[in-house]
């Protein structure tokens, strides 16, 4: 039994082109035209919002900036993750409010802090700046140390793992807080896990805090679950009640102030009165004048 064999006409473009010497030319073409991926966060929209605690700190993702609306006055945080061998750079460029609404100098700051809110010292970068009425913006920056794999448990060295951006002002007059101003954020990194320094030591885990604390996760399952003994696990346990004797509603409300006062009399007036025996003058016996000799 003999195959037959077909031939497209696909296959026979094909093969003319790579007769010809056409088709390597085409593929460099085909992909350049497919997407390629582009590093996590700088594809997406910058944030427009930003914390006003640790635990509210708007997360940010590697490569994505911020762009806020903010009043003088108030605390922004952010948080970004960082990883081991890196050197991460944070720049804030502020866009003041009229210098016609302003009635003194501005000083801004930003600073860093690790996944144990510990504030980070800078290596590079104004972390404070101060406009005058007549600037329109200012810049701040701060250069973290490079983050270290490892560190000793007593050193303050930059772990991987969350870190917290909080921006304040500071010396403002009091008639400028609230007024509006423009926050561009820009977070840049360098470097990798090849430059990570010390070797020879391993961090269990990243120093990563939960962000937005209070928030159910999103594989937590919200359904109430039964407990062993068939009662609701959701239900909060009763709290335990204190131990009470004979003598606890004699040293509780109302008679606390009661015996202290009564018990603080008898001791002053027992204090009196042995203070009295011990510093009064023995009694003398009284002196019999004999007569003189008679002459």
Not at 105 to 110: C, E, G, H, L
Not at 154 to 174: A, C, E, K, N
Request: charged share 15%.
């Amino acid at each position: 039994m003999r195959t037959r064999l077909t031939t497209t006409p696909h296959r026979l473009a094909a093969g003319a082109l790579l007769a010809l010497g056409l088709l390597p030319a085409l593929a460099p073409a085909a992909s350049a035209a497919s997407p390629s991926a582009s590093p996590a966060g700088r594809n997406q929209a910058p944030a427009t919002t930003s914390g006003t605690s640790f635990l509210t700190a708007t997360t940010l993702a590697a490569g994505q900036e911020a762009n806020v609306s903010a009043s003088t006055g108030d605390y922004l945080y952010w948080a970004f993750p960082a990883s081991e061998g890196q050197t991460d750079t944070v720049q804030v460029t502020v866009a003041l409010p009229s210098g016609t609404d302003r009635h003194g100098p501005q000083t801004w700051a930003v600073e860093l802090f690790d996944g144990l809110r510990r504030r980070q010292s800078c290596t590079a970068g104004p972390q404070n700046a101060t406009a005058t009425p007549k600037d329109t913006s200012l810049s701040v920056s701060c250069t973290l140390r490079q983050i270290r794999s490892w560190a000793e448990p007593w050193s303050g060295d930059p772990l991987p793992g969350t870190y917290y951006i909080r921006l304040t002002t500071s010396d403002v007059d009091q008639q400028d807080l609230g007024l509006a101003a423009q926050v561009k954020l820009h977070i840049t990194a360098k470097g990798g896990a090849d430059d990570a320094q010390p070797e020879g030591g391993e961090l269990k885990a990243p120093l990563a805090p939960p962000v937005n604390a209070g928030s159910p996760s999103a594989g937590a399952s919200t359904a109430p679950t039964a407990a062993a003994d068939g009662s609701d696990a959701t239900r909060a346990a009763a709290p335990a009640q204190p131990k009470t004797h004979w003598y606890s509603d004699l040293f509780s409300g109302w008679n606390t102030r009661w015996f202290w006062t009564l018990g603080g009399g008898a001791l002053a007036a027992l204090a009196g009165v042995a203070g009295y025996k011990l510093t009064r003058h023995p009694r003398g016996s009284r002196l019999t004048r004999h007569p003189g000799p008679q002459g």
